[in-house]
């Protein structure tokens, strides 16, 4: 396998984006990301989408997005993982270029949630249909069951639950991409409407359009075109867990995270005390909790209590955790977040980020999970 | 008319038959043409026994344009006797009544209407024992 680094990315503004069609959106992000790598042609592409059909009607995106794009007759390849096709999307056009296929791979995501589909059922495709969905189970059901199995398992309290979105907004303030650039308090959490008890809106992620794109090359052609700090992906794994929530032996812990973090840090020859920072898949507050113990970055049951510490936060850190704002304030274009997970990691470590920047960011991470988990990508990116 | 992808599930969501292994015992709801366990291809068709305990629950507020006349109403995931475990609606209860690991059991109940025509669709919930 080839080293391949990352050496460009682009994305839109996260939001309600009424005026931009599904195709413009994604066009902006790719534009913006081919122009960053200084590049003049991309070999193949990959769309991350998680239901262009049925939030907008259409599929075949590989073919609409290389058509408006304007980089026909290259291979073009839709692929799906729930909330983690953006993620795939990135491990898709890793692989492409490790085994030599191809030299310059754009990896792309989007989705335009907002064109007036029924949002909680287009969501709840991601979950058993049959055997969850057919009971009235919604996604943020099935993550409040999580929260209260956690909550009566390790007593994680709803404060400290409600530190996650507390942390996450203050950190997508100063994110101009977010969709949300606002702080909130402990309170306004807790005195939200009730979506699914004990989760209430505001530990949700949020309706959103948005795309984002980077671009993948090998180190060679890296080392020729980029300048120092070249990005390189130091691993790309991916790992299945049922579909259904309720088949699993555990509704706290997350097989698939579990799975693909050690097979990720065993790759890149580190534990998770080497990451400096994390973007982590936070679709409800509650999952960044799960996620953080899961990573290894807190004991089983710790995740809570170190949210509340502040021991995520980037100013005092032991390990800085969504500084783009997470889903929570950046916002959730389905399938266009594992690719703006991995952009804040290349800002991060590129010091690009701004005020949100970490210091002495060396390695970073991205989790990106689809369902309650089924899927999970994991990505290390670290700058040489 | 009604329609394949809802009575095929009839065995399972009427009378709640399941797969066991013939190799390793494990017990699959709804059943499976392999065993991830012991990857045998070999079944029996059991019924479950309807009773278990409540391992989590929800109550869902926000529901789906297709529930959401029913909202709101209790979610939980109950482990039946047999170790199976599965998503229902728990029906006929006082929300803060609802505690992890209280005991209850299936009963055959109404679960949605499919279609413009609003062909009722039926299925098992959980009551209190």
Known sequence: MKDVAVIGVGMTQFGELWNKSIKDIFVEAALKAIENAKVDHIDSMYVGSMSSGLFVGQEHLGAVMADYLGVNPIPATRVESACASGGLAFRQAYLEVASGCSEIVLAGGVEKMTDGADVTEALATAADQEYEVYQGVTFPGLYAMIANAHMHQYKTTRKQIASVAVKNHKNGVNNPNAQFRSEISIDKVLSSTLVADPLRLLDCSPVSDGGAAVILCSMDIAKKITKSPIIRIKASVQASDTIALHSRKSFTTLNSVTTAAQKAYKVAGITSKDINFAEVHDCFTIAEIVVSEDLGFFEKGCGGPAVEEGSTSIEQGKIPINTSGGLKSKGHPVGATGIAQVIECYEQLTGQAGKRQVKNARIGLTQNMGGSGASCVINILEAI | ?129
């Open chain 2, 1 to 129: 008319m009604i329609s394949p992808k809802y009575f095929r599930e009839i065995p399972q969501r009427y009378r709640l038959e399941a797969g066991k292994c013939s190799k390793c015992g494990m017990i699959y709801f709804p059943p499976r043409l392999v065993c991830p366990e012991c990857k045998s291809k070999q079944f029996e068709l059991i019924k479950l026994n309807p009773e278990g305990k409540l391992l989590t629950y929800t109550i869902i507020r926000v529901a789906s344009d297709k529930f959401s006349i029913q909202a709101p109403y209790a979610v939980g995931i109950v482990e039946l006797k047999d170790g199976v475990k599965l998503t229902t609606q728990i029906a006929d209860v006082d929300f803060d009544k609802i505690k992890i690991g209280m005991k209850l059991k299936l009963v055959f109940r109404k679960i949605q209407d499919e279609g413009a025509a609003g062909l009722h669709c039926y299925g098992y919930k959980a009551i209190v024992i």
